[in-house]
């Protein structure tokens, strides 16, 4: 484990991470700080604690509507997956079925031409 400071709001607190982690962690401890900035300036000083909850608080509000998101993304995934299947299968069928008209088709050729050819021979000779 790796250890960084994170200062929040003013102050600096030493935490453990795994290593290679260190950037993200000190990322999120300015994110985190940089909310506790905007509300400073909106609210002016409220008490460190306070400030505190309410970036969180706000964060945890952004993470909600991110993970709303991602569930409604996940489910239109999962709906697009389910019709782009079903258009697949309904390509097949339509390949199945012209495969079969043109061997059809194929068929009846063969058979006039062998009719054809029978005329010619038997009526040519």
Excluded: N, P, W
């Amino acid at each position: 484990m790796t250890h960084v400071s994170v200062t929040i709001a003013g102050r600096a607190y030493r935490m453990a991470c795994d290593e290679g982690q260190e950037e993200h962690l000190l990322g999120l401890g300015r994110m985190l700080d940089g909310r506790i900035d905007q509300l400073r300036a909106s609210f002016g000083e409220i008490g460190d604690m306070r400030l505190a909850v309410m970036a969180g608080i706000m964060v945890a509000d952004e993470l909600s509507e991110a993970q709303r998101r991602h569930h409604a993304l996940e489910a239109e995934l999962q709906e697009l997956r389910s019709a782009r299947a079903s258009a697949v299968a309904r390509d097949e069928q339509a390949q199945l079925r012209v495969a079969e008209a043109v061997a059809d088709a194929a068929a009846r050729i063969e058979k006039l031409a062998e009719t054809l050819h029978k005329g010619v021979v038997s009526g040519g000779a």
